[in-house]
């Protein structure tokens, strides 16, 4: 009887390996970190124009939700245009006429096309997930305002890109299996990860595989799991 086999191959599992690699560079690739930087441009112009003499801004006394809203609403619509043009390599003209537009529900055509880019996050989504911070600092431009829009979008760029790759059964449970191998070998860095055995549905696979990226060490090799804890 042959020897039982230690560890996968790293052939069994190439295509996933490869495409979490992928899916770990889109975080840091020149448009991501574009995108981020303009947004954060953004709100620090406005920190700088509008802070009172400790550095901040207070919205109840800048104008409480309605002025938090409608900076809240600047930031969306900043990386909105970014997206047009450098993700989705729109021109002037192209935009113009996109903001111009309506949908068969009387919605704005253009905000309701970006939104998707956002994983569905409208400027209403954005102000809900902002709207408890009291007030604007240098600190939380970064992890409030730009990681909400930066990171909706970068999750949206990895579902796209799972969707490519991951299209059949036979996808879902090498997924699986990948996912399953990469929890043992890493069990430090994954011990919050929590994958099914088998995934019911493309969807489920594409968040698992979008989530894990996040996790999975970028020197991870399936062929080499003593070198991960």
């Known amino acids: 009887m042959a ?3 230690k560890t996968p191959i790293y052939e069994k599992h190439k295509k996933v390996h490869d495409l ?4 770990q560079q889109l975080g840091e690739d020149e448009h991501s970190t574009g995108l981020a930087s303009h947004i954060h441009q953004a709100a620090s ?14 919205w109840s006394e800048k104008g409480g939700d309605e002025e938090h809203k409608k900076f809240s609403d600047k930031l969306w619509d900043t990386a ?3 997206i047009a ?17 309506k949908t068969a529900d009387g919605e704005s055509l253009w905000e309701t096309m970006i939104a998707q880019y956002f994983g569905g996050m409208t400027k209403e989504v954005f102000f809900d997930k902002v709207k408890d911070e009291n007030e604007l600092t240098i600190e939380n431009i ?8 930066a990171s909706m979008h970068v999750s949206y760029r990895h579902h796209a890109l799972v969707r490519q790759h991951i299209k059949t059964g036979e ?8 996912l399953g191998v990469a929890k043992k070998h890493n069990k430090k860095s994954l011990k919050k990860f929590k994958s099914p055995k088998k995934f019911k549905s493309i969807e489920e696979a594409a968040d698992a595989l979008a989530t894990a990226a996040q996790y999975v060490p970028k020197s991870y090799h399936p062929d080499k799991p003593d070198s991960y804890h």
């Open 142 to 149: 970064l992890s409030v305002y730009v990681k909400n829009l």
């Open 85 to 101: 043009k450098h993700y989705l390599k729109l021109d002037d003209n192209q935009i113009k006429d996109l903001k111009k537009g």
């Open 171 to 178: 996808d879902m449970d090498l997924a699986s299996s990948y």
């Open 3 to 5: 020897e039982k086999e």
């Open 80 to 82: 909105a245009d970014r």
């Open 45 to 58: 112009d406005y920190l700088h124009k509008n802070k009172s003499i400790d550095g901040k801004v207070n």
């Open 20 to 23: 979490v690699g992928k899916l």
